[in-house]
C-alpha cells in the first residue's frame, strides 16, 4: 500500500498544478513556476498539493524501507524532501516573473523559507535516487542516474532564466518549463522505483507462500 501510494504521488501532483494552472488568468505553464499558483485563486489547491505530495514521498521512503529496496542514506534523503514538500505548502513563495499580475515582487521571511524547502527538495531527489542504487548496476542504475543527471541540469536551467530576469517579469523566459523538467524526471523515477519494489515485493510474497504450501503438503 504505501509502495502504491508513492508512485501515484508525482502522477497526482503533477495532474494537479497541470490542470490548476491551466484555469488560472494571465498563467503560463511554460514562463510561470508551480509555487506561483499558491497565491493565485484556488492558491489553498496548491498549498494541499504541495502537503499531499510530501506525505505520499514519505509513504515511498517508509514502502521502499520495509521492503529492504533502499540504502539509509536514500531513505534519508526521500524523507528530507517529503518533509520539505510538506514544509513549502505553508511558507507561500513571494510573487516572482510577474506572476500573480500587478503584484511587486518582494522577498519576505516566508518567501524565504519557501525557497531554503524547495531547493532542498530540488536536490534530495536526485542525490536519492543515485543513493539508492545497488550492485550489480545494470539498466536500472542508468536509467536512475540519467534521471537524476538531466534533473539537476534542468534545474540549473531554472535558476539561470530567474537570475536572468533580474526581478522582473523576464519577458518570454521558459523558467517554467525547466521548473517543471525536474519535477516530470523525478517523478518519472519515483513512480518506476516504487513499481519496481512493489513488484519485487509481491513476487517475494508470492514465493513464499508457494514455499509455506509446499512444506504443508509434504
Known amino acids: 500500500m504505501l509502495l502504491a501510494l508513492g508512485a501515484a504521488g508525482p502522477v497526482l501532483f503533477a495532474a494537479t498544478f497541470t490542470i490548476n494552472g491551466a484555469i488560472q488568468p494571465g498563467y503560463s505553464s511554460g514562463h510561470d513556476t508551480i509555487s506561483t499558483l499558491s497565491l493565485a485563486q484556488y492558491g489553498w489547491v496548491q498549498i494541499a498539493n504541495f ?6 514521498t514519505l509513504c515511498f521512503a517508509e514502502g521502499l524501507r520495509r521492503s529492504a529496496a533502499l540504502r539509509t542514506s536514500a531513505y534519508a534523503l526521500l524523507a ?50 543515485v543513493a539508492a542504487l545497488r550492485r550489480p548496476l ?61 513488484t519485487g515485493t509481491t513476487k517475494a510474497e508470492t514465493s513464499a507462500k508457494t514455499e509455506r504450501s509446499a512444506l504443508t503438503r509434504s
Open 51 to 56: 502537503v499531499l505530495y510530501g506525505v505520499l
Open 80 to 129: 528530507l524532501a517529503g518533509l520539505g514538500l510538506i514544509l513549502i505548502g505553508p511558507f507561500r513563495t513571494d510573487p516572482v516573473l510577474g506572476f500573480p499580475p500587478g503584484e511587486p515582487t518582494v522577498v519576505t521571511a516566508t518567501g524565504d523559507v519557501h525557497n531554503t524547502g524547495a531547493l532542498l527538495v530540488f536536490l534530495a531527489f536526485p542525490v536519492a535516487a
Open 138 to 198: 545494470a539498466g536500472w542504475a542508468l536509467f536512475s542516474i540519467g534521471c537524476s543527471t538531466a534533473s539537476l541540469i534542468a534545474l540549473a536551467a531554472f535558476f539561470a532564466a530567474v537570475t536572468a530576469a533580474h526581478g522582473q517579469d523576464g519577458g518570454n523566459s521558459p523558467a517554467g518549463l525547466y521548473e517543471r523538467l525536474p519535477v516530470l524526471f523525478m517523478g518519472l523515477w519515483q513512480a518506476a522505483y516504487a513499481m519496481r519494489a512493489l
